[in-house]
């Protein structure tokens, strides 16, 4: 018997699912953050936070906000910790 998976749109096999999975979490993890932020300006800027994400895996994800102020970084986490 032949299994055919298709995680998030893109095909994988019994034997990659757990990379297919992670990818689909990780890229989740990226949109949500973005979105999170997406509504958010300095008031005395005008700029808006910007999330930078390093690495390929969830376990060596970096995230590091990019922001006009010390008061915009700080809202930018303040919003993200919110549930």
């Known amino acids: ?3 055919k998976l298709k995680i998030d749109g893109r ?4 034997n990659n699912a757990g990379n297919a999975v992670e990818d689909a979490i990780l890229a989740k993890v990226k ?14 800027h005008n700029q808006a936070p910007k999330p930078e994400f ?3 895996s969830l376990k060596n994800l970096r995230i590091q ?19």
């Open 54 to 56: 390093e690495g390929d």
């Open 65 to 83: 906000i990019r922001a006009c102020c010390g008061w915009m970084r700080e809202e930018a986490q303040r919003v993200l910790n919110q549930k």
């Open 31 to 44: 949109e949500q953050m973005t979105q999170k932020l997406s509504n958010l300006r300095c008031p005395d």
């Open 11 to 14: 095909d994988a096999s019994p």
């Open 1 to 3: 018997m032949q299994i």
